[in-house]
């Protein structure tokens, strides 16, 4: 059994009967990993008494892909063991969509890569920002093969997911796609 952490909140952006959305926040991990158990959005899941797909026999039960701790965003964790299976199919098949923004340093190459669409991309100084699609829900594995490092000093943001079912197809997002504007930013006098 996970330790309890009571100071621990996830929003969640979507549940239903099957599978859920939750917003992981910036420095959670998504899984209980070596000695630390605590402080993950799977253990904040738990506490809020949700069910969860293999909670009885797995310290990741129920994700369907992975952020870094270091990145933000939506995840999509099954419900039902056979909720699991079928969303971790689809993600190997490459069904399941993720739209990231990501912040880059300038000065930071990127690799073209069959696996991320790029929608829109801007410098904005010593960053740039890119809006990109791409069939990963692992952004280690992005930053790997987009920006040659899986630890690549970049910030993630995965804002909407789309989860195509039998029924239909689920598209939540933290807010709609729209172009990054064309501004200058700049360093207040102090």
Same mark, same amino acid.
């Given at each position: 059994?996970?330790?309890?952490?009571?100071?621990?909140?996830?929003?969640?952006?979507?549940?239903?009967?099957?599978?859920? &959305?939750?917003?992981?926040?910036?420095?959670?991990?998504?899984?209980?990993?070596?000695?630390?158990?605590?402080?993950?959005?799977?253990?904040?899941?738990?506490?809020?008494?949700?069910?969860?797909?293999?909670? $009885?026999?797995?310290?990741?039960?129920?994700?369907?892909?992975?952020?870094?701790?270091?990145?933000?965003?939506?995840?999509?964790?099954?419900?039902?063991? $056979?909720?699991?299976?079928?969303?971790?199919?689809?993600?190997? $098949?490459?069904?399941?969509?993720?739209?990231?923004?990501?912040?880059?340093?300038?000065?930071?190459?990127?690799?073209?890569?069959?696996?991320?669409?790029?929608?829109?991309?801007?410098?904005?100084?010593? &960053?740039?920002?890119?809006?990109?699609?791409?069939?990963?829900?692992?952004?280690?594995?992005?930053?790997?093969?987009?920006?040659?490092?899986?630890?690549?000093?970049?910030?993630? &943001?995965?804002?909407?997911?789309?989860?195509?079912?039998?029924?239909?197809?689920?598209?939540?997002?933290?807010?709609?796609? &729209?172009?990054?504007?064309?501004?200058?930013?700049?360093?207040?006098?102090?």
């Amino acid at each position: 059994m996970l330790p309890v952490d009571p100071q621990l909140h996830v929003d969640l952006w979507y549940e239903g009967p099957t599978f859920l &959305i939750a917003d992981k926040p910036q420095e959670m991990a998504v899984h209980p990993t070596g000695d630390s158990a605590v402080g993950t959005l799977v253990n904040g899941l738990l506490q809020a008494n949700r069910w969860l797909a293999e909670m $009885e026999t797995s310290r990741s039960p129920g994700v369907i892909h992975l952020l870094r701790p270091q990145d933000r965003g939506l995840t999509l964790i099954a419900k039902s063991d $056979e909720m699991a299976e079928q969303l971790r199919q689809s993600h190997q $098949e490459g069904a399941l969509r993720f739209s990231y923004r990501v912040q880059v340093p300038s000065s930071h190459t990127v690799t073209p890569c069959s696996a991320v669409s790029l929608f829109d991309s801007h410098p904005y100084g010593e &960053i740039t920002v890119y809006d990109l699609d791409s069939p990963w829900g692992d952004t280690a594995r992005i930053a790997a093969d987009w920006l040659g490092d899986p630890n690549a000093s970049a910030n993630f &943001i995965c804002y909407q997911i789309t989860v195509p079912t039998p029924a239909k197809s689920f598209q939540i997002g933290l807010g709609r796609r &729209i172009l990054l504007p064309d501004i200058d930013l700049y360093t207040a006098p102090t």
